[in-house]
Antibody, heavy 123, light 107 residues
């Protein structure tokens, strides 16, 4: 069965850093683009970042560009999100999600999602 | 960035009703449009991709249509388990963007 499990969330002060992790199982991790998507409390979905299966292409939302860094370790079946200079508006549930299409050259739609890890930015 | 606008933002419907949700892109996105269902406290679930392709395991009462800038998600006969929030998402270009959501409530 395909699974994504996020971790690393928590309460952090504005301006500080946090690193999220996502461990994948049940599929060939290094065949797929992976994404981070977040959802602020009571709000809609916001795509944060995506990374191609070979890390050859990376993209970010404008709201996090320059502050967040996505990476992956295919040997560990793991996806990461390094979040620096955190702000109150980064408070959200962060989901790790798998792209639908194998070996896609593009960032497409997400067919498998984790349950999310909560990040709260507050003093 | 491509803006995605959904309408309505919420609707009330009864079991058995035909429900239609609209999504409009700020520029042409061909058929790079997907739909998700999210129930309270749960992760989103992919329903439709490429504007009209049904994701494996999704009931056939769900269908999608459209291309260019205007898209529609239709639920042909609303079931109790369909009460949820629905989102559209474009994958024509990065940053990927979602619509604001449509909450489908019980009438």
């Amino acid at each position: 069965e395909v699974h994504l499990v996020e971790s690393g969330g928590g309460l952090v002060q504005p301006g500080r850093s946090l690193r999220l992790s996502c461990v994948a199982s049940g599929f060939t991790f290094d065949d797929y683009v992976m994404h981070w998507v977040r959802q602020a409390p009571g709000k809609g979905l916001e795509w944060v970042s995506g990374i191609r299966w070979n890390s050859g292409s990376i993209a970010y939302a404008d709201s996090v560009k320059g502050r967040f860094t996505i990476s992956r370790d295919n040997a560990r079946n793991s996806l990461y999100l390094q979040m620096n200079s955190l702000r109150g508006e980064d408070t959200a549930l962060y989901y790790c999600a798998k792209d639908r299409l194998r070996r896609s050259g593009s960032f497409l739609e997400m067919d498998v999602w984790g349950q999310g890890t909560t990040v709260t930015v507050s003093s | 960035d491509i803006q995605m606008t959904q309408s309505p933002s919420s609707l009330s419907a009864s079991v058995g009703d035909r429900v239609t949700i609209t999504c409009r892109a700020s520029q042409s996105i061909s058929s790079y449009l997907s739909w998700y269902q999210q129930k309270s406290g749960k992760a989103p679930k992919l329903l439709i991709y490429d504007a009209s392709s049904l994701q494996s395991g999704v009931p056939s009462r769900f269908s999608g249509s459209g291309s260019g800038t205007d898209f529609t998600l239709t639920i042909s006969s609303l079931q109790p388990e369909d009460f949820a929030t629905y989102y559209c998402q474009q994958s024509y270009s990065t940053p990927l963007t979602f619509g604001g959501g449509t909450k489908v409530e019980i009438k």
